[in-house]
């Protein structure tokens, strides 16, 4: 048997905590016997829930916390109210190491801000990102940030470009990855000057990856790099739109093969087929983002999934508990240190002195 | 018959042209027998496509242009080097009033930097914007920008929202259309601030148009509101990411319904309904973007599409040719502006306070 990995679980995050995250322990012990999981919650809400499931308290540990966060909580009020909630006490147990990973459903916010105070931020990488899973025409991609920041500088976009690099060697296998800058299409306007500042920075670095330079956003679902690096604004929008459009896609899929009986009797003969297709766009399957560059693994699942999409977090968390790719990041950090501040700061200053009236110009007559 | 409407055409943009604008003039002047095309280009090799289509002649007018603009040009190039080039002078044919709008297929950065210049901006408008209309679950939304622009300012975005409402009351016939902020979800990070000043100012701003707030990604497929109003990068961005993914489900579907003896059984009883499918995602139904705030209306067609896509795009311009919603826009600019200018300059002082170190720092013990 290989060695035990011990995932911390906020057992009361989710919408329809604890049952859908006792349902993914169930799914997820069965595909991974070596794992164990610490879950942390209120015992009397998730000891009927571990019953129901036959031999899963052999793997799983219940550590009783008084609170739990609300899921609309306030970042802020969830880091000053919830010192002893679910999602605080997981997150404390792989600072103190008992747990490889943590995993929670609850509020991306507040597991954010908590994460970041508990487990700080990894040396060299000036704020953490989350980085989701995306299907695409030839596998997966990474894309970060999914979300967490949302004012970005050159320094974020380069560490985003390296912790993706990272996770996408260590996780997916890819044993050089590419890696794309998510830009605009249109050649007159060929990306802000923070984004042009990155390609420059990138394409110079020498960094163990294989960066192809601008992408657009239909090359993401393309799967045209292994990797997209962008800023959290427009990279939450642009899954969130790609989302959006998937759902779309099978409402309409949907009304066409209900629209005659015809209709309805040649799905029911291509179910099969359809039937793969609507596995391939589960959103269950690759559920879970990834939190890069802190201390320590954390797992975010959808708020609203089931058993299933949660199992898939949870396998996420393990596959990553196993690796270690801290050594690796930190030496791609030390390479463009430097001529990342170089180039941060002449573009601030830049900034400032096309803003600030020099003062020279009020005494000239 | 109705008033003559008359469209400058730019008989030579378009990877296939002069053949696809064509057809496209032949399929629109069946649906519109009161247009008039002026067909912008090389008279040599526009006549034997007229010529295929019988009793088109009737309905246009050849302006023989000695001069192309690549589909490659970069903009600075095509302004310098494209005065006499069928876009030009399709372009000023609107602005000399002898057509009501133009319709080209050829580099975007070309015709938005040639009619930025020829037609400028509508008085009171910073920037012109790009607006795309987009398939949506419950009909039509129009995006902007969808990349004219990259770096966004309170009053562009104000400026969107009013040029938006403007477009889908006249165009699209809402009698007070709903617009949207495109905003991230996550609790924390809920917008940068020009985006939080835009919020506070259209909820002030009295407008006639019905502000909803913020929106997320997934609610453009959605059609949660008629206008989606965003900067450039991000709109640019979200849309080819929707894009993209349509592109993804219709590969898989493709294959899922091909899987087996069965399922292509299925796929070929269900092709009534499919068909449907196909209709609704044709991107070359929804072809043609407009460029809103300028002295004149011009609707970029897609490089790649076919007749039936430039047909689209013809008929878009015929619509608009029809309105006018000048005077719309004019009262709508007048009511914000000292707001507007007011929340810009305080936001830059803002800026410029926190990246510049003050003076009286250094002399302070």
Redesign the interface.
């Known amino acids: 048997m290989s060695q035990l990995v011990h995932i911390a679980v906020d057992a009361m995050g989710g919408d329809d905590a604890p049952g859908i995250v006792l349902d993914g322990c169930a799914i997820s012990s069965v595909r991974h016997p070596n794992a164990r999981f610490l879950l942390f919650g209120d015992a009397a809400k998730i000891q009927p829930h571990l019953n129901r499931h036959k031999g899963l308290e052999k793997v799983c540990e219940i550590h009783h916390t008084p609170d739990a966060i609300p899921m609309?909580a306030?970042?802020?009020q969830a880091v000053r109210q919830g010192r002893k909630s679910s999602m605080a006490m997981a997150i404390t147990s792989v600072k103190v190491k008992r747990a490889q990973a943590i995993v929670s459903a609850g509020?991306?916010?507040a597991l954010?801000?908590i994460s970041k105070i508990r487990l700080r931020t990894f040396p060299g990488v000036a704020r953490p990102a989350i980085a989701a899973i995306f299907?695409?025409?030839r596998g997966e991609t990474l894309v970060l940030d999914a979300?967490?920041?949302?004012?970005t500088d050159i320094k974020q976009l380069v560490d985003f470009a390296i912790l993706g690099e990272g996770f996408a060697h260590v996780v997916l296998n890819r044993e050089r990855p590419t890696v794309g800058l998510?830009?605009?299409?249109?050649?007159?306007?060929k990306?802000?000057?923070v984004v042009k500042a990155v390609d420059a920075l990138l394409r110079a670095s020498e960094l163990p990856m294989e960066y192809v330079g601008y992408i657009?956003?239909?090359?993401?679902?393309?799967g045209a790099v292994d990797v997209v690096v962008?800023d959290?604004?427009?990279g939450?929008?642009?899954?969130?739109?790609?989302?959006?459009?998937?759902?779309?896609?099978?409402?309409?899929?949907r009304s066409?093969?209900?629209?005659?009986p015809?209709?309805?009797?040649?799905?029911?003969?291509?179910?099969?087929?359809?039937k793969?297709?609507k596995e391939?766009?589960d959103p269950r399957k690759s559920n879970g983002g990834v939190f890069l560059g802190l201390n320590g693994l954390v797992v975010k699942s959808h708020g609203g999934t089931d058993g299933l999409g949660y199992a898939a977090a949870l396998d996420l968390a393990i596959d990553l508990a196993g690796s270690d790719f801290g050594s690796h990041i930190t030496a791609a950090l030390e390479k463009v240190k430097d001529k990342v501040d170089a180039a941060d700061e002449a573009l601030?200053a830049a900034?400032?002195e096309k803003?600030?009236p020099k003062p020279e110009d009020k005494v000239t007559p």
């Open positions: 609309d306030k970042p802020a509020s991306t916010g954010m801000a299907p695409t025409q979300g967490a920041n949302v004012d998510l830009n605009v299409g249109s050649e007159d306007v990306g802000n000057e657009e956003g239909d090359d993401i679902a393309a962008t959290g604004f427009t939450n929008i642009a899954l969130k739109a790609a989302e959006g459009t998937a759902k779309m896609v099978a409402h309409y899929l066409a093969l209900t629209s005659s015809l209709a309805k009797l040649g799905a029911l003969l291509a179910s099969g087929g359809l793969i297709l391939r766009m601030k900034k400032v803003k600030t």
